[in-house]
């Protein structure tokens, strides 16, 4: 028997070993700031800091929402986990041109992944898109604005390019994929 099916990719916010260090790592601040000889002043700042960021992440991670889906449709972009609806955004085959994989340096030689697709011109604003977002934008990413206005950090969620490979050449076939990663 053959599986007929299209190859849907799909990715889900959830856990990774990334949001299980931040977890652990809320986990320990926030019991260390419960302990009796904790000064007042600690508490006040480090228990909504640690305790409401880890309670936030895990309640990310539980939501279970898609970060990131390509189908027959196009290219579903994930929106940030605390204003989904509104960032959340579906980019038309029609208008998609190219995927790209890149990469952000976010401090201490870190690096964050992130995947984004390119645009034709003219396509429709994206949630966010404005010339003060592209000057800032601009400035601090290593890839064009607009390429940056439709990507989406692989955070909370993973990222199978095999897969996602699959999928595209199954609904978009040719279509490129630049790695400047």
Known sequence: MTDDRAPV??????WDRRTVGILAICAAFTAALLLPDMPLFARV?????FGGGGLFMA???LSRKVAFRVDETGVLLGGSPARYRAT???VPWSDVTGFVFWRQTVG?????PYVGVTRREGSPALPGDGPTARAVLGA???VPPEVAMSSRAVNGWRLDRGR???AVAHF???LPVYDQS
């Open 164 to 166: 996602l490979a699959a």
């Open 172 to 174: 978009a076939p040719g």
């Open 59 to 61: 309640f990310v991670a």
């Open 45 to 49: 700042l480090g228990l909504p800091l």
């Open 9 to 14: 990719y799909e990715a889900r916010y959830g």
């Open 108 to 112: 201490g030689g870190t690096t964050l």
């Open 88 to 90: 959340t955004v579906h």
């Open 140 to 142: 601090l990413v290593p």
